[in-house]
């Protein structure tokens, strides 16, 4: 199986600050990882699809980058509605595998 | 718009097994894979497997062969996915979700299993 190592898996941020989180695959998984954001009893909400693609209504201060084994999604402002987990989810192989998550709030 | 619907949460025994439902609409529940999902505290997301509803061709993670089996009734947009020989580790909450183009573009709400005696 491949293991997504997701990173950091908690961290604090402050309003209007940049925010990085960074998914390693175990192997190349040729750009097939998506993003998901989830808040406390919801279900997930797609944010980020094929490593950088933006997924409809997602707003803009969200992207994602990388390609291989490396990824990372980017808040270029974070914003108090933000404050949420996050997770990878690679797609490149079966079993599809998620990330451990990274929660995220506001410091 | 598309939404999938699922069903109720569950209490059941252990050693009993329950069947959870995704009703979807807004799209063409044929053509597109339905995915299950497991999410326990502490354990984060697990894919379970998926089904094709309309050719009922399924995959399953390795690690849930034996423990869970899919259906889906394309008359009433309906997938369906039972837990068999039900312990507390199957305590969770399961979430389907629908495949598109290698991810996931929409979700149900979730339903919640919780195993006890």
């Known amino acids: 199986d491949i293991k997504m190592t997701q990173s950091p898996s908690s961290m604090y941020a402050s309003l209007g600050e940049r925010v990085t989180i960074t998914c390693k695959a175990s192997?190349?998984?040729?750009?097939?990882l998506s993003w998901y954001q989830q808040k406390p009893w919801k279900s997930p909400k797609t944010l980020i699809y094929?490593?950088?693609s933006l997924a409809d209504g997602v707003p803009s201060r969200f992207s994602g980058s990388g390609s291989g084994q490396d990824y990372s999604l980017t808040i270029s402002s974070l914003e108090s509605d933000d404050t949420a987990t996050y997770y990878c989810?690679?797609?490149?192989?079966?079993?599809?595998?998620f990330g451990a998550g990274t929660k995220l709030e506001l410091k | 718009q598309v939404q999938l619907q699922q069903s109720g949460a569950e209490l059941m025994k252990p050693g009993a097994s329950v069947k959870i439902s995704c009703k979807a609409t807004?799209?063409?529940?044929?053509?597109?894979?339905i995915e299950w999902v497991k999410q326990r505290p502490g354990h984060g997301l697990e894919w379970i497997g998926e089904?094709?509803?309309?050719?009922?061709?399924?995959n399953y993670n390795e690690k849930f062969k034996g423990k869970a089996t899919f259906t889906a009734d394309t008359s009433s947009n309906t997938a369906y996915m039972q837990l068999s020989s039900l312990t507390s580790e199957d305590s969770a909450v399961y979430y389907c979700?629908?495949?598109?183009?290698?991810?996931?573009?929409?979700w149900g709400q979730g339903t919640t299993l919780t195993v006890s005696s």
């Open positions: 979700a629908k495949e598109t183009a290698y991810y996931f573009d929409y």
């Open positions: 989810l690679q797609h490149g192989e079966s079993p599809l595998t």
């Open positions: 192997q190349d998984i040729k750009s097939y």
């Open positions: 089904i094709l509803p309309g050719s009922g061709s399924t």
């Open positions: 807004g799209y063409t529940f044929s053509s597109y894979w």
């Open positions: 094929y490593a950088t």
